[in-house]
């Protein structure tokens, strides 16, 4: 019956923030927060895993404050209980710090069989968190998980790489970060919802998890960020003869020497 | 003692690596040292210019499991920066060694350079709506994904190779490996590309797609829904922020809508050309040359008058 934690990134919804033309910054001023999409997936692999196995799932987070607005959603979809570190820091952290971070929580909150993560955020996408965690923890990894399943303390599991698919076999404790295709992650019925209500949260405090101020200094630090303004031709042939707009591209091929 | 560091199971990439590392090589003066496991790789990358070549031996063959014999060659030489190559199992190891070495770690760096003894990098962010500028603090760590630069000339005079043992972690046997590039088509390196999305109604449908790529010499792509969803294509050909990065001279996108974490992956392509009935997709922003019109009339029509 494995222990198992989940870790999980509250980021901001993509799909609304907008590049200001004039200046190519973003306003991300409209984005409402989210659980990072892979991160879903690594909370439905241990809600599954525990639904077939029994134990429990445990989720942990690290953010800046808006980091509590997730602890409902992310219950609902299985953990029993969340914990939660809040601190300003997580603005500009980079993978290192958060790997202190979520490593020395982890070492707080005690013996897990399984830790898991998605495989990358949303936002940031380093894939880096789950190997740095593990080597910080000195746990076995295993990256790019398509498909596991837990026997005692025996974790198999399938990683997919680009040109092959890998079984392998270590026992627990691991640390695991699932791809996106290792399962749907579920919606919430309402139950679950007015359910995750009532399921305990924590928080940890930044200041007991004996980290030095270095620690949490990003050695990675964003200089710039500018929305990507593609350069391109836009020349669109929309005449209701198709025959006509496939002559034209036609000639656009030819004259860039494509045809 | 110092070092630029590179190391990449994939031989091709090991050796791009050392363009970057050369770059580097002329600001901070310090030696280029790639990492290998292989033998036949060493003799490669010493005549692409790197000064030393380290050969990992071990009984071990699991990549990821030489992450902490890396770190000690990383560390034990006091490195300044670990390129590695942005494969999955690259980014695992690099991800170990930035983590031992308290680094901080570019992924999928763009380009690098040394200003202010640190390491200025740019990367993609929100599956490519933004471009980030990076400042890593020495050491540094950064991967670099396949085909970002070109190999470098063979050098004047080739590096010295040798030769470390390595202890790998034994903790994870793997206990098969499958290959999923069974047609061997490596979409990456075609010079045109069609590429097709959820535009099409059906499998079948695909065959008006291939007479198209027959006529212009190109290989098939597809996004993500067509690969992973509907399996209609190998997953392979699936081009985005979790699948390949293309740049050929011709992306020709068909019946696709254009959304960032798709176009991330060819918009580095030299001419974009898009088919799609909707003439607000998004597609047609990121397109050179584009046609609003039903995919399904239109591909006969061009691979006919192309045919011609």
Not at chain 2, 40 to 53: C, R, S
Not at chain 2, 114 to 133: F, P
Not at chain 2, 150 to 166: D, N, Q, S, V, Y
Request: charged letters at 25%; aromatic letters at 4%; one cysteine or more.
């Amino acid at each position: 019956m494995p222990k198992c934690l989940v870790c999980y990134k509250w980021t901001l919804d993509e799909q609304d923030i907008k590049i200001k033309p004039e200046d190519l910054s973003l306003d991300s001023s409209r984005a409402k927060g989210k659980i990072s999409d892979f991160d879903r997936n690594a909370i439905e692999e241990a809600a599954l895993l525990v639904e077939k196995n029994g134990g429990a799932v445990d989720a942990l987070s690290y953010g800046t404050p808006t980091v509590k607005q997730s602890l409902k959603d992310c219950l609902s979809r299985g953990p029993e209980k969340a914990y939660w570190i809040a601190d300003a820091s997580a603005e500009s952290a980079d993978a290192n710090v958060t790997a202190n971070v979520l490593a020395a929580a982890i070492r707080k909150l005690g013996q897990y069989d399984l830790v898991l993560f998605g495989e990358g955020s949303s936002d940031q996408f380093n894939q880096q968190t789950a190997a740095r965690v593990a080597a910080l923890l000195g746990l076995p990894c295993l990256s790019f998980v398509q498909k596991m399943s837990v026997e005692g303390d025996v974790v198999k599991a399938t990683r997919k790489l680009e040109d092959c698919v890998e079984n392998v076999t270590v026992k627990t404790p691991v640390v695991v970060s699932v791809l996106s295709e290792i399962n749907k992650p579920r919606i919430p019925s309402l139950k679950q919802v007015l359910g995750a209500a009532k399921k305990p949260n924590e928080e940890v405090k930044i200041a007991d998890l004996g980290l030095k101020p270095e620690d949490l200094q990003p050695k990675a630090v964003r200089k710039s960020v500018k929305g990507f303004v593609m350069q391109r031709k836009n020349i669109i042939y929309k005449e209701t003869s198709a025959a006509e707009n496939v002559a034209k591209l036609k000639s656009s091929l030819a004259a860039e020497g494509l045809c | 003692m110092a070092g630029i560091f590179v190391f990449s199971e994939d031989s091709a990439l090991a050796g791009q690596l050392l363009t970057p590392a050369l770059e580097l090589k002329k600001s901070l003066s310090q030696p280029v040292i790639a990492l290998t496991l292989s033998e036949a790789d060493a003799q490669k990358l010493a005549q692409l210019g790197a000064d030393k070549v380290v050969v990992l031996q071990s009984a071990g063959k699991w990549v990821e499991g030489f992450a902490e014999a890396i770190y000690a060659q990383v560390s034990i030489a006091g490195a300044s920066v670990l390129l590695v190559g942005g494969t999955l199992r690259g980014k695992h190891v690099a991800s170990y060694v930035a983590a031992k070495l308290n680094a901080g770690m570019t992924t999928d760096a763009k380009a690098l350079r040394i200003e202010g003894g640190k390491l200025q990098t740019t990367r993609v962010l929100y599956a490519g709506l933004a471009v980030c500028e990076e400042e890593v603090a020495l050491p540094a760590v950064a991967t670099i994904r396949p085909r970002t630069f070109l190999p470098p000339a063979t050098a004047a005079t080739a590096g010295t190779i040798e030769t470390a043992a390595a202890e790998t972690d034994t903790r994870i046997s793997v206990d098969e490996v499958v290959s999923t590039s069974a047609e061997g088509i490596d979409i990456t390196a075609a010079n045109k590309l069609v590429a097709v999305g959820r535009g099409f109604r059906k499998k079948e449908d695909l065959t008006i797609a291939e007479d198209l790529g027959a006529v212009l010499k190109a290989e098939l792509a597809c996004t993500r829904g067509v690969a992973e969803d509907d399996h209609w294509l190998p997953i392979e050909r699936y081009i985005g922020i979790s699948g390949q990065t293309v740049k050929p001279e011709l992306y020709f996108a068909v019946g696709l809508s254009g959304q960032v974490q798709h176009m991330v992956g060819c918009r580095e392509s030299k001419v974009i050309v898009a088919v799609n009935n909707d003439e607000r997709s998004p597609i047609f922003e990121a397109a050179d040359y584009g046609i609003v019109g039903d995919l399904y009339e239109v591909l006969p029509l061009l691979t006919a008058a192309l045919g011609k």
